[in-house]
């Protein structure tokens, strides 16, 4: 059974500090890794992709690949209360389909 | 960027009546389509993907019947939710991909379903 694990959360982060975001992936043979933002109410919108190992930054986000620990995270610098929502990550598997995490719910506080 | 719209964006219904979700790409060829439904508070459930002219692959537990889905063109896919109940009620959220590869997944914005 594939699985993507995910702290639930919520997580709450002050205004202005770095949001951090885990994610573990159980299938070794995954190649893609997504993070999504789903506001309440809203659909999953895509933040960031990384195929390769290391760090990948966009803006205020960077992701962050371990393959071989098999985790990927998400850094939020700088943190807006604009930035509270569900964080979903999702990892593609060998037959390109999308395995979902449960998402971590991040809360900014102002 | 790529646009994935949806219609309706919410539906009120009848127990017992039947509702059809349209999604469609805007600005590109969607090889495969997922449906995916999301219960308050819960992560997203995926229900199936199609490929255009081909049949729906459904995932374990989901009603073949009860849930219709055509992938008729490279641009749309509907879902049909056939006799509906309560507990049908949730958010269905389509996506789409162009191609087969590692390509990400555009979403739709979301049909709200109540069923009273």
């Known amino acids: 059974q594939k699985e993507v694990e995910q702290n639930s959360g919520p997580l709450s982060v002050p205004e202005g500090a770095i949001a951090s975001l885990n994610c573990t992936y159980s299938d070794r043979g995954s190649q893609s890794f997504f993070w999504y933002r789903q506001y309440s109410g809203k659909s999953p919108e895509l933040i960031m992709f990384i195929y390769s190992n290391g760090d990948k930054e966009d803006g205020r986000f960077t992701a962050q690949l371990n393959k071989a620990s098999q985790y990927v995270s998400l850094l939020i610098r700088d943190s807006q209360p604009s930035d509270s929502a569900t964080y979903l990550c999702?990892?593609?598997?060998?037959?390109?389909?999308?395995?979902w995490g449960a998402g971590t719910k991040l809360i900014i506080k102002p | 960027g790529a646009v994935v719209s949806q219609h309706p964006s919410w539906v009120i219904c009848k127990s017992g009546t039947s509702v059809k979700i349209e999604c469609r790409s805007l600005?590109?060829?969607?090889?495969?389509m997922f449906w995916y439904r999301q219960f308050p508070k819960q992560s997203l459930m995926l229900m199936a993907t199609?490929?255009?002219?081909?049949?729906?692959?459904?995932e374990q537990g989901v009603e073949k019947d009860k849930f219709l889905i055509n992938h008729a063109s490279l641009t749309l896919s509907t879902l049909t939710v056939t006799s509906a109940h309560p507990e049908d009620s949730s958010f269905y959220i389509c996506?789409?991909?162009?191609?087969?590869?590692?390509?990400?997944?555009?979403f739709g914005p979301g049909t709200r379903l109540t069923v009273l």
């Open positions: 199609s490929n255009e002219g081909s049949k729906a692959t459904y």
């Open positions: 999702a990892v593609g598997d060998s037959n390109y389909q999308l395995i």
């Open positions: 600005d590109f060829q969607a090889t495969t």
């Open positions: 996506s789409a991909r162009e191609g087969f590869s590692y390509n990400e997944q555009f």
